[in-house]
């Protein structure tokens, strides 16, 4: 099935530690985003990336990583140096419309 | 600044009571206005792109249409199975290059039984 995975589903971070989202799409894709979501709140962007080998920051960057290898695959690295990451992360692919998975939320513990 | 508000913030129905609702925006250089659905928990479901003014897309008991300043997403006979939120994006032409998808803060709307 064509579509976008995210993994894991449910993720703990204690203080201090780096945490990795998997995001994977077989849409063939050129366009990849990651959102965070919070209550009440729009999707804000954390990063993008428009082609392999290159992404750009987003609103709210700071605390974020990002790497683009493959066409296929843009995981996400919480830093420790985010100091509010309990949040829903949405990563979406898409030229014209944004498709996304099914997201994961992170807690801090 | 791009920017995209929906109104009203939550919104209760009666099955089969139509209502309507709101997405405004401001943005430069618009290439589209996207709606999507989201359930609690999930990531959003595509419904549906709006490109120019005028034009209307409908799927079920949705409907939706453009002005030059909002979109209005109709939702004719509702069904408990329509709860959900519903929000509004627009896609903005980005200051170095590229597009991005800015997003309301969504529509929680609740059919009852």
């Known amino acids: 099935d064509g579509g976008i995975t995210q993994s894991p589903k449910y993720l703990f971070r204690k203080e201090g530690q780096n945490v990795t989202l998997s995001c994977e799409q077989n849409l063939n894709h050129d366009a990849m985003y990651w959102y965070r979501q919070d209550p009440g709140q729009g999707l804000r962007l954390i990063y993008y990336s428009q082609i392999v080998n290159d992404f750009q920051k987003g609103d709210i960057a700071e605390g974020y990583s990002v790497s683009r290898e493959k066409k296929e695959s843009f995981p996400l690295t919480v830093t420790s140096a985010q100091k509010n990451p309990t949040a829903f992360y949405l990563c979406?692919?898409?030229?014209?419309?944004?498709?996304f998975g099914q997201g994961t939320r992170l807690t801090v513990v | 600044e791009d920017q995209v508000t929906q109104s009203p913030e939550a919104l209760r129905l009666q099955e089969g009571e139509s209502s309507s609702l709101n997405c405004s925006y401001t943005v430069s250089g618009l290439r589209g206005l996207f709606w999507y659905r989201q359930d609690p928990g999930k990531g959003p479901e595509f419904l549906f792109t709006l490109y120019s003014a005028g034009e209307e897309k409908e799927k079920e008991r949705l409907k939706a249409t453009l002005t030059k300043k909002e979109s209005f997403l109709h939702i004719t006979a509702p069904k408990p199975e329509d709860s959900a939120t519903y929000l509004c994006a627009v896609q903005a032409l980005l200051h170095n290059y590229g597009q991005n998808f800015v997003f309301g803060p969504g529509t929680r709307l609740s059919v009852l039984p």
């Open positions: 979406a692919s898409g030229n014209t419309e944004a498709f």
